[in-house]
């Protein structure tokens, strides 16, 4: 889908850095949102993909440029679909939410000068913590 629109995808991921998180759950929040920004971003355009440490946090950021998004709030809600244009049935980014609250990860949208933003807080592994 991104050769198809001419999508660059570019990336930013620091390495060595330690997740304890279900591998199936992980894989669904990165692929829905990867895809998602493939599939709204403007064609010939950039989706940049951000991994690094943020404070006591681990940041996945998936950053592209598209039409900016009509209501942040809404986007989470089963269903919810800012365009039927696209395809989808509203359900992807509300699983990833549910799975984001079961872990205690801080999730944050921005959208500006059409760009927009999907940023992922998790709590970074440590071999030492006793949880």
Known sequence: MALGNKIVLEHDITPNLK????????????D?????????SLPESEVFITLKRDKEMLLLEVTSVGTAIKDPEQLFKRYYRE?????????????????CDKHAVKVDVQSANNQNSFQYYFKEYHENLIT
């Open 32 to 40: 829905n949102n990867i895809s998602n920004a493939i599939k709204y």
């Open 19 to 30: 997740l304890f998180f279900s591998e199936v759950e992980l894989q669904r929040i990165c």
């Open 83 to 99: 365009g039927s244009a696209r395809g989808g049935f509203g359900i992807g980014l509300h699983i990833v939410k549910e799975i």
